[in-house]
C-alpha cells in the first residue's frame, strides 16, 4: 500500500511541472490563429501610378 501511495504523489508532484512545460510549448501554437485572424496588422505598399511608357517603348522598338 505504501509503495502505491508513494508512486502517486511522485506523479503528483509532477503534474505542474509537466503542465507548465506543456503550456510553454503550446503557447506559440495557439497564438498563430488569431494573428491571422487580424487582417489589420498588414501592411500594404501603395499602388504605382501607371505611365504608359511600356506601350510606347515596345512600339518604337519593334519599329526599329
Known amino acids: 500500500m505504501n509503495r502505491i501511495v508513494a508512486n502517486a504523489l511522485r506523479a503528483l508532484r ?6 507548465l512545460i506543456l503550456t510553454v510549448l503550446a503557447a506559440p501554437v495557439l497564438a498563430v490563429p488569431t494573428m491571422r485572424a ?3 496588422s498588414t501592411i500594404e505598399a501603395p499602388a504605382l501610378k501607371k505611365n504608359g511608357v511600356g506601350f510606347v517603348l515596345l512600339v518604337s522598338l519593334r519599329r526599329g
Open 14 to 19: 509532477l503534474v505542474p511541472r509537466a503542465t
Open 38 to 40: 487580424d487582417a489589420g
